[in-house]
């Protein structure tokens, strides 16, 4: 076997199998089990959620083991599929600074639809989500930001992290690991041209044709079939075609670092993140200020190019674009004093409070900011009032980046703000099964996901 950066970064998926979790690792893994779930749970009941059960059914029919949110059990490639979908919906899933995609969707939906059809231990399915960040980060970072606006990375570089997660989780050895991501990199696709279009619902079909592909894969090269080897730094492979320009150094370098599980965020605000420090910098301002939205003559907010390629609409015509708009986040939680889940469900889009504020939201782009992207997001928000005053603030993280994370009481009260419908038992018993994956003393225990976990 010719040794190749792809080779390296399997044969790395194997080593992390033989050693020790750490604690810190653990934790973190506890942490995304619990954004999972509030994003499914918090989206469980829309229509949206609907179709994609549907969907799922109806092209992958038949009764199975393995759990749905909100509906009944699927065979599990379709449980991955709908769950991977849901689970994006609302915008509110874990992210990624460098990567630039959703990877919790893709790396655990898989792992989890597997678990229900065949014994598997915690420690096992431990090590094929970790394995599924890990492949999908590391992907998504080569790929890069020329990528990113392009394609969407969730669909591209995490359909290879779904096929690692997914290999990994059925146990599969070295070789056919590596065939299954090079699978999967074949079918990897996710164009950006729908957010032009306005068909941003079909945006969270996305992870769920990645995770659809992953599994595929996965079974594919169990069964025997080969991948491309090269799939990420060949003459024909993902950089080469795909718009890459990130650092091919990312794919197999620096492989004793922790793992990139460690480097997600856990979004603060439901919606698009490239938008997240403009509504961290207004709510710095809120916070120190409190402005009252009829006083305020302007808003000038300054962000980085590249978020109004993925969120730039204009103003939202329907709820689906609510998370892309840059003007409606920012009036909402100005006028509002929050922004919740409900403000993207159900927006008053012709309030005249709203809109009378909303034209007064001026956004220009920085090319300094840009060169600072996509370590950093930078963003300055100004509010001048009608008296003369004029307050500012700027921000580079986000809330809930690895440099200003959630904690676990923090990350439940998150689940019960995001997902109001949960009762108390529920969430308990939610929080008791994601917080297991922190105990290693768990690690044989049986990974079984229950049903009461999905809201059934």
């Known amino acids: 076997m010719s040794h190749t950066p792809e080779s390296a970064l399997a044969a790395h998926l194997i080593a ?5 979790i750490v604690q810190a690792t653990r934790d ?3 942490q995304a089990m619990l954004d999972w779930f509030t994003a499914g749970w918090a989206a469980m009941a829309t229509p949206g959620a609907a179709a994609l059960r549907d969907l799922a059914a109806t092209s992958l029919p038949g009764r199975g083991p393995a759990q749905v949110f909100g509906g009944e059990p699927l065979q599990p490639l379709a449980a991955g599929f709908a769950n991977a979908g849901i689970g994006h919906l609302r915008e509110i899933d874990d992210a990624h600074r460098a990567a630039m995609l959703h990877p919790g969707v893709v790396a655990i939906s898989p792992v989890l639809a597997l678990a229900a059809a065949e014994p598997m231990s915690m420690r096992r399915a431990a090590d094929a989500i970790i394995a599924g960040y890990e492949v999908a980060l590391r992907v998504g970072e080569v790929l890069g930001a020329r990528h990113a606006a392009s394609f969407h990375a969730t669909a591209t570089a995490g359909a290879v992290g ?8 059925l146990g599969l050895p070295q070789e056919q690991l590596h065939h299954a991501m090079g699978i999967a990199a074949t079918q990897s696709a996710g164009l950006w041209q ?3 279009d306005e068909a941003h619902e079909s945006k969270s079909l996305h992870p769920a044709f990645a995770v659809r592909n992953g599994m595929m894969a996965a079974w594919a090269a169990q069964s025997g079939f080969p991948g491309a080897r090269a799939f990420v730094t060949g003459r024909r492979g993902l950089h080469a075609l795909l718009n890459g320009d990130g650092p091919l150094a990312a794919l197999d370098g620096e492989l004793d670092a922790p793992e990139r599980l460690n480097t997600v965020t856990i979004k603060a605000w439901p919606c698009c993140a490239q938008l997240f420090t403009p509504l961290d910098a207004t709510r710095e301002i809120m916070d120190a200020h409190c402005p009252s939205a009829e006083d305020i003559a302007s808003v000038d907010v300054v962000i980085f190019p590249h978020a109004l390629k993925i969120a730039g609409v204009h103003w939202p015509a329907k709820p689906a674009e609510t998370p892309f708009c840059l003007r409606y986040v920012v009036a909402t939680l100005l006028t509002e004093g929050r922004l919740g889940i409900d403000h993207m469900e159900a927006p008053d889009l012709h309030s005249p409070a709203l809109l009378a504020l909303a034209e007064r ?8 900011f840009q060169r600072a992207f996509p370590q950093k997001r ?3 928000v100004t509010v001048t009032m009608k008296d003369g005053r004029n307050f500012s603030a700027v921000r580079e993280l986000r809330r809930g980046d690895p440099e200003d994370p959630f904690d676990w009481h923090q990350l439940q009260l998150r689940m019960r703000a995001f997902a109001p419908a949960m009762t108390d038992a529920q969430a308990a018993l939610l929080t008791r099964w994601c917080a297991a ?3 290693a003393t768990r690690d044989d225990a049986q ?6 976990l999905f809201g059934r």
């Open 16 to 20: 992390l199998q033989h050693r020790p």
């Open 28 to 30: 973190r893994l506890a």
């Open 162 to 169: 779904a096929a690692a997660a997914s290999a990994v989780a």
């Open 194 to 196: 729908l957010v032009d």
């Open 361 to 368: 939201v001026r956004v220009a782009t920085d090319d300094e």
């Open 378 to 380: 930078p963003s300055r």
């Open 437 to 439: 994956f922190g105990d």
């Open 447 to 452: 990974c079984l996901p229950l049903t009461e």
